[in-house]
């Protein structure tokens, strides 16, 4: 991982903080975004790709602010598990820490 | 810490999205090493980001009102490479030294000169007493990582060819203990080359 020449260019025009992401890794999160359910896929969509308004996707979703927060906490620590059944380690993801056994 | 974005959550969702004024992404910025809550999320948010970055025209509105030409400052960048390549998602076990020698005012910078000797770009830094090896990273002026090189010495030596050839780059030296972790580094310094093209 360390040392070697990062000469990534996928992307890295557009969003050169993705492109700092080795593929190796954006493989293993995005299998472990195919496991997540369909609404915790779709929240961290709206949320970190489309960036909307927390109000807006609050609306797109039919919740309220509380819950909203509640979901996307719960999103992130179901994907952060789920990653970590690869590395079998301890977590963090979002607005909490989670120690994983 | 009282995190003052803990009520503010798209901040920090439109910061790693490249849409915030640039005044707004620097006080960002300064915040993001000093709070592990964001930085953490801030990585969740990259590292989703990429993973659907393939699936993202579809979903992708055309009619986006926020300008493209807003675009990350160097430290963004710099600061999503050091969370990324030192693992700081998954390793909370290594966050503790992390999070000291990456962030803080009472962690002390290494010590590291750089200088332009022909076609060759060199750089030395002080010894750490910890260090097993030191990675030296460098970055484009718009914060695209150039190149790293890892060593067990004090020294390293990069030609300016290739991806190095650019008018004007940044770079920094991280220490790094037995486990590949970053102990200590280096300040970011910047590199303006008058003989470049």
Not at chain 2, 21 to 43: G, I, K, N, V
Request: hydrophobic share 40%; net charge neutral.
């Amino acid at each position: 991982m360390f040392g070697r020449t990062q000469a990534t260019t996928t992307g890295s025009e557009a969003d050169p903080m993705t492109a700092l992401i080795e593929d190796g890794r954006r493989d293993q999160v995005r299998a472990a975004m195919e496991k997540l359910g369909h609404e915790d896929r779709e929240l961290l969509r709206l949320l970190y790709v489309e960036a909307l308004p927390n109000a807006q996707i609050a609306q797109t979703l039919g919740i309220d602010a509380g819950t909203l927060r509640v979901r996307k906490h719960r999103a992130l620590k179901r994907l952060s598990a789920l990653l970590s059944d690869d590395d079998d380690g301890n977590v963090s993801v979002g607005e909490g820490t989670q120690a994983r056994a | 810490m009282q995190c003052p974005y803990g009520d503010d959550d798209e901040i920090l969702r439109r910061y790693a999205a490249g849409r915030l004024s640039r005044e707004a992404a620097e006080t960002f910025e300064e915040h993001l090493f000093a709070c592990d809550r964001c930085a953490d999320e801030l990585q969740a948010a990259i590292e989703v980001r990429a993973a659907l970055a393939t699936d993202r025209r579809p979903a992708h509105r055309t009619t986006r009102s926020v300008p493209r030409s807003v675009r990350y400052s160097f430290l963004a960048a710099a600061a999503a490479a050091l969370i990324i390549s030192l693992g700081f998602w998954q390793s909370r076990s290594s966050q503790a030294p992390l999070r000291d020698a990456t962030r803080g005012a009472e962690a002390r910078p290494l010590a590291a000169t750089g200088s332009i000797a022909g076609e060759t770009f060199n750089v030395h830094w002080q010894r750490h007493p910890r260090a097993r090896q030191y990675l030296v990273q460098f970055f484009g002026e718009d914060g695209t990582p150039l190149q790293s090189v890892r060593t067990s010495d004090t020294a390293a030596s990069v030609p300016l060819s290739g991806p190095m050839a650019a008018t004007t780059f940044y770079w920094n030296v991280q220490a790094l203990d037995a486990g590949g972790v970053a102990i200590d580094r280096s300040e970011l310094q910047k590199v303006v080359r008058r003989d470049a093209r």
